[in-house]
């Protein structure tokens, strides 16, 4: 009988260090291509602000430095939500290759909708805020993804904070508010910066150690894809908050 014990304890313990070490081994994957897709947005924005032919297919500038949108501007600028909705919709139909180009076309168009914000903030304050969003981003994921506490509760009020941002900013287009661009902008680093808790620990639990290797690099690009958002959409609010204009 003793020895029987002795071996479902040596197998749990074996089981716990296999799950460990694969949940590890996610969760890296996750890290792994939401940093690569940060990347090649950077380097999209980058191009598109600094090389002159690149930049004329997608903004027209004006004299006063206002930047306005050119027809492939708007595809830009449009076509990630529809990629997101994609990817949300037809991932269990995709091989993991579809997945992951679907992901890499999304972030490289991203950066095209990023580049404006090289053209009116100096690029000091850019690296500035992007350091103190990386900082930040790695402290809520890190809390989201040690946590014991059930952040779940707080799902519902995140998204529909989330939908209310969305249309107070489509208001105050016609409204061109200063206060109301400020404090929606503090109102979106809250709402992203829970997201960022919540969305790390429910990747986290998405986890499955019976998972195929398609199956997890699915699970891994749809994580990437979800934290990727909560980066930018930080990232963009604070650049509004504490960013020096040109």
């Known amino acids: 009988m003793a020895e029987y ?33 940060l990347a090649l947005s950077g380097i999209t924005a980058w191009a598109v602000a600094t090389v002159p032919q690149i930049q004329a297919l997608f903004f027209q500038v004006n004299p006063s430095g ?10 830009a600028l449009f076509a990630p939500f529809g990629l997101v909705l ?3 919709f037809r991932i269990q139909q995709m091989s993991l290759q579809t997945a992951r180009t679907t992901f890499w076309v999304f ?10 914000v090289l053209l009116a ?15 930040s981003f790695g402290g809520l994921s890190l809390y989201g993804y040690t946590t014991k506490r059930d952040l779940s509760p707080f799902r519902s009020f995140l998204v529909m904070g ?8 489509i208001v105050n287009m016609f409204l061109q508010s200063s ?21 790390t620990q429910n990747i986290k639990e998405m986890y499955y150690v019976g998972d195929d290797g398609t199956m997890a690099g699915k699970k891994a690009v749809m994580g990437a894809l979800r934290l990727y958002l909560d980066f930018i959409n930080m990232f963009m609010f604070l650049v509004r908050l504490l960013g020096d204009r040109r």
Do not use: E
């Not at 313990?13 to 949940?23: E, F, H, K, P, R």
């Not at 206002?66 to 595809?75: M, Q």
């Open 162 to 169: 989330m939908w209310g941002l969305f249309i107070a900013m």
């Open 121 to 135: 903030y100096t690029g000091v304050s850019v690296a500035r805020v992007f350091f103190i969003t990386a900082v």
């Open 107 to 116: 972030a490289a168009l991203m950066g095209v909708s990023i580049a404006p």
């Open 179 to 199: 206060m109301m661009m400020w404090v929606t902008s503090i109102i979106g680093v809250g709402i992203f910066a829970g997201l960022t808790a919540y969305d």
């Open 66 to 75: 206002a930047v306005g949108l050119a027809p492939l501007g708007w595809v």
């Open 86 to 88: 994609f990817l949300g």
């Open 5 to 37: 014990d002795n071996r479902v304890r040596s197998y749990g313990a074996t089981s716990d260090v296999a799950i460990d070490a694969g949940l590890r081994a996610y969760m890296l994957r996750v890290y792994n291509y939401m940093l690569m897709g």
